[in-house]
């Protein structure tokens, strides 16, 4: 079976700005081409995020409607609490965590301080 991926807003924003590093940027376009999958989270945060170029906006619009968004339900509730409590994460961090982990997906995100510890976790970070 081919490895799928949930992808985090930082790394959403990164991509479409053109500021991951060339292998990043690689990447995400495998990736993207093939499936693109973003939690909830990642909607709400890329509805609300107010970039500095207005054009940005509709790119973001163009993003989500092009993806697959996962939302919320019992599995990802309970594992978002676990998560929470366990490692601590911030809990827009937890869910976009609990969501990788419940639907069987690795998550492409930028930030090894928080999701690099939660060890069940499979994680890419696309700046390495």
């Known amino acids: 079976m081919e490895k799928r991926y949930l992808i985090d807003t930082s790394a959403v924003i ?3 700005n053109a500021t991951l590093p060339p ?12 499936e693109s999958i973003i939690s909830l989270i990642t909607e709400i945060e890329l509805r609300v ?15 989500i409607k092009g993806s697959v968004v996962l939302d919320l ?3 990802i509730i309970d594992q978002t609490i676990v998560i929470r409590k366990k490692y601590r994460l911030k809990l827009p961090d937890a ?9 069987n997906l690795t998550l492409i995100a930028d930030n090894d301080r928080d999701f690099g510890k939660v060890d069940i976790l499979k994680y890419v970070n696309p700046n390495h």
């Open 95 to 103: 869910f976009i965590a609990a969501t990788a982990i419940v639907n």
């Open 23 to 34: 292998p990043g940027l690689i990447l995400m376009d495998g990736i993207i081409d093939d």
């Open 73 to 75: 339900n019992r599995d």
């Open 49 to 63: 995020w107010e970039p500095t170029d207005a054009a940005d906006k509709d790119i973001y619009e163009a993003f």
């Open 14 to 16: 990164k991509y479409l």
